[in-house]
């Protein structure tokens, strides 16, 4: 069941609606969500065209991969694989994918942070420890999710 929902994942990316349309738009989302974020904490310097938030110290461009849309998806096929009742699934599938949307615009404001206070450390964190960190966020929600999930449906048993 993982691997099919992960290859219909990956085939729905590949067609010309989610390149063309839905992509572009997401990536201009999280975009002006973190810029109105960055704003809110002061960075009135900072301006936002597009993808891009630029400041006069250093700048950052949300591109593919920067989306949080894999993650989500490694997630929500985890989820909806899981033994369990689809009602329980389907609120973890929506739920997790909205706390791994948020926590990626932290990670986009960090990375301008990173960008603007910390040049040299930019692509450490981007390459390095983002990618990996999110994945592994993805992952440890998901095993969390299921563990609570074990053990409420034990409980429901035994009662």
């Known amino acids: 069941m993982f691997a099919v929902l992960m290859g219909g994942y ?3 990316t590949t067609t010309a609606t989610m390149k063309d349309d839905f992509i572009p738009w997401f990536l201009g989302q999280n975009a002006r969500a973190s810029a109105a974020v960055l704003h809110t904490f002061g960075y009135e310097d900072m301006t936002r065209r597009g993808n891009a938030l630029t400041s006069s110290r250093g700048a950052v461009t949300v591109e593919r ?3 949080a849309l894999d993650p989500c998806a ?3 096929a985890a989820v909806l694989s899981t033994p369990a009742a689809f009602s329980s699934r389907l609120l973890a599938a929506i739920g997790g994918a909205c706390i791994l949307i948020v926590l990626n615009l932290v990670r986009i404001i960090t990375l301008f942070l990173t ?5 040299s450390a930019f692509d450490v964190m981007h390459l390095e420890v983002w990618q990996a960190l999110f994945i592994i966020l993805a992952i440890v929600l998901w095993m969390t999710w299921a563990s609570w999930e074990r053990r409420r449906r034990r409980k429901i048993v035994v009662s």
């Open 65 to 67: 991969g920067c989306d």
């Open 10 to 12: 990956y085939f729905i």
């Open 115 to 119: 960008a603007v206070h910390w040049r």
């Open 74 to 76: 490694l997630f929500v």
